[in-house]
């Protein structure tokens, strides 16, 4: 139990060493921001407008699959019947 919250200690000590080191040396998304100049912004926008849609488009596509299935299993069942 000890050795448990050892570890979590130590992840969250790592954790705000590496926000520190990023805001210092101006690594991550967090601060990678702040140097951009409008239109480097409204492209990483769009980039990331694009990215989410993409997923969305992804998603929608695995639950329309899961729906086939279901209605063709069902069908088979039906037939057999």
């Known amino acids: 139990m000890l050795v448990r919250?050892?570890?979590?200690g130590v992840k969250d000590l790592f954790a705000q060493?590496?926000?520190i080191l990023?805001?210092?040396?101006?690594?991550?998304?967090?601060m990678g921001d702040h140097?951009?100049?409008?239109?480097?912004?409204r492209v990483k926008e769009k980039v990331e407008?694009?990215?989410k849609r993409l997923n969305e488009k992804t998603s929608s596509k695995k639950k329309l699959g899961?729906?086939?299935?279901d209605y063709?299993?069902?069908?088979?069942?039906?037939v057999n019947k």
């Open 22 to 30: 990023d805001e210092i040396f101006g690594f991550g998304e967090k």
């Open 5 to 8: 919250k050892f570890k979590k």
């Open 35 to 41: 140097a951009l100049t409008p239109s480097e912004k």
């Open 66 to 69: 899961q729906k086939q299935k």
């Open 17 to 19: 060493l590496e926000g």
């Open 49 to 51: 407008a694009r990215e």
């Open 72 to 78: 063709l299993s069902n069908l088979i069942l039906d």
